[in-house]
């Protein structure tokens, strides 16, 4: 009996002593876990914090249950909330006609406006190229100002107004661009009347590549025909004059950007399929911001109700 008793304290004293080590090692989350919160957004962080009551059920008793997140439940739900994005898919039923004239600007790059471009890079300052671009900027201002008026954006056009009027008479000619600095600071209004009909509704319809213009949509393709006739230089007489100028135009722009081009289309296993799908993806978001602007700043009445509920493709 002695005997007995011996054992029993023995082991309720070894059963004390382990659970009192076991309380005093800290316990750590597991490394991947703890990398997953640290970058968690503050609405799925906060839920495993310390301090947060508990959820009660009907019956008044704490289920716990309802606030543990496992490492892979929290890891899905932080990667759905940082990758959603919205995806843009266009119509492309002239892809064999699409493809031929997409070679043929690609050759016209490399063999012609590149080798240009660079020659004139290496004996224009970059300052004086940007002042040519400026130039030009200013030159457009009737085609954003009306894309403003249609769009019911008043402010955008008043913006425009000023930005011409200042940068006109006080910028050279536009040469110069002091109404973005300073304390003015007027930026240029991004749009154009392919931008206005598709935040009046206008769905963007299918992919078409021009010659020598490059990618547009029918949508886009009347922002072409506006900016024609809008755009003081195509009044020159007589037209090779006028032709002149625009090839000198898109010289000086992509004497800018030289690269951009060759980097989207090394990146790609199809540049044909990657340029259809960036100039989708790109027309989809300029025409958003631009809804998102209106919504923000002008009254709702003046923007078709149903225009901000209608996607990129035209249909509800």
């Known amino acids: 009996m002695r005997a007995c008793l011996v ?10 002593g382990l659970a009192v080590a076991q309380d005093a090692i800290p316990v750590s989350a597991p490394q991947g876990l703890a990398e997953t919160q640290e970058v968690m957004p503050p609405s799925v962080a906060d839920r495993d914090q310390p301090d947060q009551p508990l959820a009660e059920t009907p019956d008044g008793s704490i289920d716990s249950m309802n ?16 990758n959603k994005e919205e ?19 690609d050759k016209l790059y490399f063999w012609a406006l590149k080798p240009v471009a660079r020659g004139y890079n290496a004996v224009m300052p970059e300052p004086a190229r940007i002042g040519v671009k400026n130039f030009f900027t200013n030159l457009a201002f009737p085609g954003r100002f ?9 402010g955008g056009a008043a913006t425009e107004a000023g930005r ?21 600071k007027l930026q ?13 509704g206008v769905g963007q319809g ?37 032709f002149a100028v625009r090839a000198y135009e898109e010289v000086n722009a992509t004497s800018l950007r030289i690269g951009d081009y060759e980097a989207l289309k090394d990146a790609a ?22 809804k998102a602007k209106l919504t923000s700043s002008a009254s709702d009445s003046l923007l078709p109700a149903h225009s901000k509920n209608i996607p990129e493709g035209g249909t509800p």
């Open 7 to 16: 054992h029993l304290i023995v082991i309720l004293f070894l059963t004390a």
């Open 67 to 82: 606030d543990e997140f496992t490492e892979d439940e929290l890891l899905e739900e932080y990667t759905a909330h940082e």
């Open 87 to 105: 995806k843009v898919e266009m119509a492309d039923p002239l892809e064999p006609a699409n493809r031929v004239v997409h070679e043929f600007n």
């Open 146 to 154: 009306l894309s403003c008026l249609l769009q019911a954006d008043f």
């Open 164 to 184: 011409f009027t200042i940068n006109t008479l006080w910028g050279l000619g536009g040469f110069l661009d002091p109404a973005s600095g300073g304390e003015l």
């Open 188 to 200: 240029k209004q991004d749009t154009d009347l392919g931008q206005t009909l598709g935040v009046w």
């Open 206 to 242: 299918f992919y078409i590549v021009w010659p020598i213009l490059g990618p547009s949509s029918p949508r886009d393709t009347v922002t072409l025909a506006g900016d024609y006739f809008l755009y003081p230089v195509s009044y020159i007489n007589p037209w090779y004059y006028w």
């Open 269 to 290: 296993i199809d540049p044909y399929i990657a340029f259809r799908d960036a100039y989708a993806q790109y027309r989809f978001k300029k025409i958003k911001a631009r």
